[in-house]
């Protein structure tokens, strides 16, 4: 949630004549993210959060802002989409397919303990079971084709050692069961995207990665970062924790068990391969924050080295 596109006072007031939230009090931009333009945005009529979309097709966008009026309408503590007087959910800024969504209460968590993890896995597990009547589906924009094509560009940049591991990891990948149950993901549950008001779970937030994969990858991806260590390795009552809550709601399948080790590869590897790609090839904006790629090649490292032995 960086700031690609600046809009102003004047720009913005103009805009929100579109909707029914009062006046322009104040808007300021959000620094953190990567993928979007952020602004905290207060009128007369309450707190929201305006977003324009960078990346996302102007094609997808309906999905996103139908999503997230779903799961919210679905028991899912996320962030219910604002309708202009029109109706719709999306409107153009500054040349931007751009949304308005209401500000959920709480912030980030600081420390993470187990308590957390249970609340963010029951969340993640209550949005897997809503999203399976969900009407639309999307393409996992990330999925094995990126990887390739991602692969072949970052390619010429890395040493021997990075390029044999990316090969390397792709191939375990491409083997996984077509078997596995799909569903609808919100494929970036990282801390930074659920909101706790002191210890109470109150919102998931930046669903724009949303898509059908399979389900147990969404898990992987949030154990992933929800338990990682400086180290890279899991902490294991946090990864307890997150899976008893995750199974609390949807009670995970045999043959997803026999996935997990390779979902979390491959969790790990999705988000060291973008990282590598925006530190490669960085993005021009306002405000952009630059993710460590290093983060997730320790977590992808340490799957490896346990699961060798493991198998060993």
């Excluded at 303990?113 to 993640?124: F, K, Y």
């Excluded at 890279?232 to 995970?252: D, F, I, M, N, W």
């Amino acid at each position: 949630m960086s700031v690609f596109t600046s809009v102003s006072k004047d720009e913005l007031t103009d805009f929100l004549t579109a909707y029914d939230v009062g006046t322009l009090v104040e808007h300021t931009g959000i620094e953190d993210g990567i993928e979007n333009s952020n602004f905290f945005c207060t009128t007369t009529g309450g707190e929201f959060v305006l977003t324009l979309f960078e990346r996302v097709p102007s094609e997808d966008v309906p999905y996103f802002m139908d999503l997230t009026a779903w799961l919210a309408d679905n028991g899912v503590a996320c962030a219910h989409p604002v309708a202009g007087k029109d109706g719709s959910y999306s409107r153009i800024l500054n040349g931007k397919d751009a949304a308005l969504v209401q500000r959920l209460r709480g912030k980030e968590l600081a420390t993470i303990e187990p308590q957390h993890c249970h609340a963010v896995g029951a969340e993640l597990g209550k949005l897997h079971l809503a999203g399976m009547t969900f009407r639309h589906e999307r393409e996992n924009a990330f999925g094995i084709p990126w990887l390739k094509s991602t692969i072949e560009l970052v390619t010429p940049k890395c040493d021997e050692s990075t390029i044999e591991l990316m090969r390397s990891q792709l191939a375990d990948f491409q083997r996984v069961s077509a078997d596995l149950p799909t569903g609808t993901i919100h494929a970036d549950m990282f801390t930074d995207n659920v909101l706790f008001d002191h210890d109470r779970l109150s919102g998931v937030i930046d669903f724009y990665y949303a898509c059908n994969e399979f389900l147990v990858y969404d898990l992987a991806i949030t154990i992933n970062d929800w338990c990682k260590q400086d180290d890279g390795s899991l902490e294991q009552q946090r990864l307890k924790s997150l899976t008893e809550g995750y199974e609390s709601v949807r009670p995970l399948e045999a043959i997803e068990r026999s996935a997990m080790p390779v979902m979390l590869r491959r969790a790990a590897f999705r988000f060291f391969l973008s990282r590598l790609k925006d530190k490669v090839f960085p993005r021009q904006g306002e405000m952009v924050k630059i993710k460590d790629p290093e983060v997730f090649r320790r977590i992808l490292n340490h799957h490896l080295e346990t699961q060798s032995t493991s198998t060993g």
